[in-house]
């Protein structure tokens, strides 16, 4: 392999780790707060997609991108409130299947609406045949708005948990929600609150990497079972972990087409799902309790 494959495959594995990562931290925005594992985290960035694609018919891009990111946030709430919301002390069985057959719904109402073509954003800069040429190595402009929107996203994710209110009450919640209520915390609004922001970090990753990738109703279940992948790589509640778990994953993904077809890009993700399921529960930075469903 010469130098200039090499940075290529290295580029691109950044690139979809980049997306691993923020499937993975929307994984742990609700589970920090709930211990839940939802399921439905990939439909989330699927929806971010298909409604832009619909939105920006009728307006432009950017506009198009902030209602998809809004709509979607406001159907997250609406998922938290109706089917979330009621539960008492819910079992992990329980809570994965709710989640797994809200995904599914929210799927086959996709597959309603929009059929099953696929669809895409345009670029939103240049085109998709034009290329940055950095030392031999081509790099798309979607690739570093990829980049660059998903590294502020988790750079204000990091400010909101650490240094705004709502933010810090959401990490009390997280860490002790008796406490937090006592403190006059509303841990039913944290937990909507951290719906909402689990599903527009989604929304806003499925806009920004649909011209790269496409999308379509069923695309969510793939990158669902890669973000989880990362986010049990990092370990379970630690976003920073999961950006490193992401790249990883994505690297690895990129230089296995070195040796083995793509049709078996795949069975990278699933193989070391398996791997750290088996061997470290807990991840490569978790604790021993991060697998564990937290009190609700």
Same mark, same amino acid.
């Given at each position: 392999? =010469?130098?200039?494959?090499?940075?290529?495959?290295?580029?691109?594995? &950044?690139?979809?780790?980049?997306?691993?990562?923020?499937?993975?931290?929307?994984?742990?925005?609700?589970? =920090?707060?709930?211990?839940? !594992?939802?399921?439905?985290?990939?439909?989330?960035?699927? &929806?971010?997609?298909?409604?832009?694609?619909?939105?920006?018919?009728?307006?432009?891009? *950017? %506009?198009?991108?902030?209602?998809?990111?809004?709509?979607?946030?406001?159907? @997250?709430? &609406?998922?938290?409130?109706?089917?979330?919301?009621?539960?008492?002390?819910?079992?992990?069985?329980?809570?994965? !299947?709710?989640?797994? @057959?809200?995904?599914?719904?929210?799927?086959?109402?996709?597959?309603?609406?929009?059929?099953? $073509?696929?669809?895409?954003?345009?670029?939103?800069?240049?085109?998709?045949?034009?290329?940055?040429?950095?030392? #031999?190595?081509?790099?798309?402009?979607?690739?570093?708005?990829?980049?660059?929107? $998903? %590294?502020?996203?988790?750079?204000?994710? =990091?400010?909101?948990?650490?240094?705004? &209110?709502? +933010?810090?009450?959401?990490?009390?919640? %997280?860490?002790?929600?008796?406490?937090?209520?006592?403190?006059?915390?509303?841990?039913?609004?944290?937990?909507?609150?951290?719906?909402?922001? %689990?599903? #527009?970090? @989604?929304?806003?990753?499925?806009?920004?990497? $649909?011209?790269?990738?496409?999308?379509?109703?069923?695309?969510?279940? +793939?990158?669902?079972?890669?973000?989880?992948?990362?986010?049990?790589?990092? @370990?379970?509640?630690?976003?920073?972990?999961?950006?490193?778990?992401?790249?990883?994953? +994505?690297?690895?993904?990129?230089?296995?087409?070195?040796?083995?077809?793509?049709?078996?890009?795949?069975?990278? $993700?699933?193989?070391?799902?398996?791997?750290?399921?088996?061997?470290? *529960?807990?991840?490569?930075?978790?604790?021993?309790?991060?697998?564990?469903?937290?009190?609700?």
């Amino acid at each position: 392999m =010469n130098i200039e494959l090499f940075f290529q495959y290295l580029v691109a594995g &950044l690139t979809y780790g980049t997306i691993y990562a923020i499937v993975a931290i929307g994984f742990n925005i609700i589970y =920090n707060t709930t211990g839940i !594992i939802n399921f439905a985290q990939g439909e989330f960035v699927m &929806l971010g997609g298909m409604i832009a694609v619909t939105m920006n018919k009728f307006m432009p891009l *950017p %506009s198009a991108i902030l209602a998809a990111v809004t709509l979607t946030m406001i159907l @997250g709430a &609406l998922i938290e409130i109706v089917f979330i919301r009621w539960l008492v002390k819910p079992s992990v069985l329980r809570m994965i !299947i709710i989640t797994i @057959g809200l995904s599914i719904v929210i799927r086959e109402g996709a597959l309603h609406i929009w059929g099953e $073509s696929v669809r895409a954003l345009p670029y939103f800069t240049g085109t998709e045949v034009s290329s940055i040429a950095i030392g #031999g190595v081509f790099i798309s402009p979607q690739v570093l708005w990829v980049i660059g929107v $998903s %590294s502020i996203a988790v750079v204000a994710l =990091n400010l909101f948990f650490n240094y705004t &209110l709502p +933010g810090r009450q959401m990490r009390a919640c %997280s860490a002790n929600r008796d406490a937090a209520r006592l403190c006059g915390i509303s841990a039913k609004n944290m937990v909507t609150l951290s719906f909402v922001l %689990s599903a #527009g970090i @989604g929304a806003l990753a499925g806009c920004v990497v $649909s011209p790269i990738t496409y999308v379509q109703y069923d695309s969510g279940t +793939g990158l669902a079972i890669k973000g989880f992948t990362v986010a049990i790589l990092g @370990g379970l509640g630690n976003s920073m972990a999961a950006v490193a778990a992401g790249m990883m994953l +994505g690297i690895l993904e990129s230089f296995s087409i070195w040796v083995m077809p793509t049709a078996y890009k795949d069975v990278i $993700s699933i193989a070391i799902l398996l791997l750290i399921l088996f061997v470290r *529960p807990s991840g490569l930075f978790g604790n021993k309790e991060a697998f564990s469903l937290k009190e609700f």
